[in-house]
């Protein structure tokens, strides 16, 4: 049984390019959450999808959107990159309700240049 | 707000020994789960135990358990018979509930290094 997939695992983009990142949740797993981790410090929340809507939003820009599919695979989108928004994106997937379960991918290394 | 707090921002541990990282939480809400992730350099964020707030009986998987006291709003995990390849990232995290969805609020880590 596959985990928590996320692609790709790192990325170099220019300030003001556009990207996406990618994430399949774990099998069983119907709900995707999308953390923005800086260097040194703990994930931050920004984004949850369920039945491809957006369920919940963190304290993040509108440049920051994204997007779920049937499969329940999902797509972080970030527009008009700013050198800030370098990071560690990890991708959570859970059942419906968080409960016991949540499940990391490997995360993908964005630099922005 | 919810909040979590690692007071620890390096630890270090002899090989085989126990250790102990902490944690401490503020909420409001009576219901709430709280997760241990390990994070080698890698990135992976991988979960380790979890505990939630109507638990009677401290979360314990493999060598890792969960000192989980209530009143004092602590949660830390120890880590029993440290082994060289716990050298990582350890992150405290919270189940906050949030408009009828779930959301992790993670504090800011505590580093593990096990010396041979």
């Known amino acids: 049984d596959a985990g928590v997939t996320q692609s790709p695992t790192h990325l170099i983009k220019t300030r003001g390019q556009q990207v996406t990142l990618r994430c399949s949740p774990k099998?069983?797993?119907?709900?995707v959450s999308w953390y923005q981790q800086a260097l040194g410090q703990g994930p931050q929340f920004i984004f949850q999808?369920?039945?491809?809507?957006?369920?919940q939003r963190g304290n993040f820009p509108d440049r920051f959107s994204g997007h779920q599919f049937p499969n329940y695979s999902s797509e972080l989108n970030v527009n008009a990159l700013l050198l800030g928004d370098s990071a560690l994106y990890l991708c959570?997937?859970?059942?419906?309700?968080?409960?016991?379960?949540?499940?990391f991918g490997q995360g993908t290394r964005l630099t922005v240049v | 707000a919810q909040k979590i707090t690692q007071t620890q921002p390096g630890m270090f541990v002899q090989e085989k020994e126990a250790v102990t990282l902490d944690c401490t939480y503020d909420?409001?809400?009576?219901?709430?789960?709280l997760f241990w992730y390990k994070q080698p350099s890698s990135g992976e964020m991988i979960f380790l135990i979890y505990?939630?707030?109507?638990?009677?009986q401290n979360a314990t998987e493999g060598r890792y358990s969960l000192n989980f006291q209530k009143a004092r709003k602590s949660a830390n995990l120890v880590i029993s018979a440290s082994q060289l390849g716990d050298s990582a990232m350890y992150f405290c995290?919270?189940?906050?509930?949030?408009?009828?969805?779930?959301?992790?609020?993670f504090g800011k880590g505590t580093k593990l290094t096990v010396n041979p």
């Open positions: 959570a997937s859970s059942p419906y309700t968080l409960g016991t379960e949540a499940f």
């Open positions: 099998s069983g797993h119907d709900t």
């Open positions: 999808y369920y039945e491809e809507e957006e369920r």
């Open positions: 909420t409001s809400d009576p219901s709430y789960g």
């Open positions: 505990q939630g707030s109507y638990d009677q």
């Open positions: 995290a919270m189940r906050e509930p949030q408009g009828g969805s779930e959301k992790l609020v």
